[in-house]
C-alpha cells in the first residue's frame, strides 16, 4: 500500500476505535439511533456559523455544529426525564426539528453558500491525507491530527469513569442510588458521543460515523459478556472493517467509506451466524 493508503486506514481505524468503545455503552443503555440523531442536528450549526462568520470549514464549525449536537442530547434526555414520552419518542421528536431549522436557514439565509451536505453524509475519507496542517515543522493530515486526539480524549474518558460508566450502562437506577452520579455519567457519555461524532464528520461523513458507533459494538457483544473485553473486541472489529474495507475498495474501484461500512455489517452479519454462543448456528444446535 501506499503511504496515503496506510493513512486512511489509519484515521478510519483510530475512528473506529472512539465510537466503538462509546458505542458499546450506547449498546448496552439501548440508545444505539442516538449517533444518527446527531448527525442531522447538527446542521443550523454548521449554518449558524456559516452565516456570522462565512466560514464553512474552520474550528468555530466543529464548535457550532457540537453544540447542537449537545443540544439535541440534552433536549432528548430532558424530555425523557418528564415521563410524558419515551426515550425513542423524545430522540425522535428532538433531532426532526433540529434538521429542519438547519434545512430551513440554508433555504432562506444561506442558499448560495454551497455547504457540501453529500460531503457530510459520505465523507471525504479518500482526499484525508490530502489536507494537511503543520504540526511541529511537518505537514501531517488534518484529519489524523483530529481523530487521534478523539480518540486519546476518549480512552481517557472511559479510564477514568470507568466504574460509574460500567454501573450506568447496565442499572442507571443503580449507579445513581450508589452514588455514582448514574444520570450525570449518561449525559457525559451523550455529550462525548456527540463531540466524537461531529468532529468526524468531515473525515469520514455521517454514514461511516454511524456505522462504526453501533456496528462494531454490535459484533463484539455477540462474541463476550464481559464489558471491557467488549470494548476491546468492538475496536479490533472497527481496525478489521477498516483495513478490509479500504482493501476491497481499492480492488473493486469502489466507495472507500462504503465499501468499509459494508464490510462493517459483513462481519456482524458472520459473526451473528457463527458466534459459539450467541450464533445462530450455535443455537440451533443447542437442545430447548
Known sequence: MSPDDVMIVVIAGLLSTSCAVLGGFLVLR????LPDAVSHAVLPGIVLIFLLTGDRASLWTVVGATAFGVLCV?????????????SDAALALVFPALFSLGIL??????SGAHIDLDSAIYGDLTFAPLRTMELFGADVPRSLVITGLATVAVLALVATLWRPLQAAAFDPAFAELAGLRGRLI?????????????????????????????VPASTARLLTTRLGAMLVVAALCG?????GGHALAVSFDTSIPGTIGLTSGALFLLTLLLAPRRGLLARRRTPA
Open 30 to 33: 439501548g440508545q444505539a439511533l
Open 74 to 86: 440534552l433536549g432528548t434526555d430532558w424530555l425523557k426525564r418528564t415521563g410524558v414520552v419515551e
Open 105 to 110: 436557514g440554508i433555504s432562506r439565509f444561506a
Open 186 to 214: 449518561g449525559q457525559v457519555l451523550l455529550v462525548a458521543v456527540a463531540g466524537v461524532a461531529v468532529v468526524a464528520f468531515d473525515s469520514v461523513g455521517a454514514i461511516l460515523v454511524i456505522t462504526f458507533f453501533v
Open 239 to 243: 481496525w478489521i472493517a477498516s483495513a
